[in-house]
């Protein structure tokens, strides 16, 4: 009858020991997954603000605009002796072209290597 009694309570133990190290390890799967959660929300926020306060970049929209453009359009701004002067980067000096013309008459068009401001 003692060695039941003493089974018994080893038994009981080791359930209790069991259930324990179950609840444990539980646990540790809940403050994993937490910390998960933590770290995917501060990453989703801080992406979220950078892409507010980052400049816009116009790239694809500049490329889609220069596929739709016909052929020699804006040429003639490159042989522009006016042009030509703005674009030399020998010349130091603050230039600024002024460009008008109602929008398509090719006041960009293809010039990769300048910045226009207008």
């Given amino acids: ?10 038994m009981r133990d ?16 809940a ?3 937490y910390e998960a959660e933590a770290c995917f929300r501060l990453r989703r926020d801080f992406d979220s603000n950078l892409t ?4 816009r970049m116009y790239y694809g929209r500049l490329s ?3 596929s739709t453009t016909c052929e020699g359009t804006g040429e003639w ?4 002796g006016i ?18 013309g109602i929008p398509g008459s090719g006041k960009v068009g293809r010039l990769d290597a ?3 401001v207008c």
């Avoid at 507010?52 to 400049?55: D, V």
Wanted: charged content about 30%.
């Fill in 1 to 10: 009858m003692k060695h039941i009694q003493r089974h018994s309570t080893l």
């Fill in 14 to 29: 080791e359930v209790t020991l069991q259930k324990i190290r179950d609840e444990h390890d539980a646990t540790q799967k």
């Fill in 31 to 33: 403050f994993e997954h």
């Fill in 52 to 55: 507010r306060i980052s400049p």
């Fill in 64 to 66: 889609r605009l220069r």
């Fill in 77 to 80: 701004l490159s042989k522009d």
């Fill in 83 to 100: 042009l030509v002067d703005w674009m030399d980067m020998t010349n130091s000096s603050t230039k600024v072209v002024w460009l008008q």
């Fill in 114 to 116: 300048c910045c226009i």
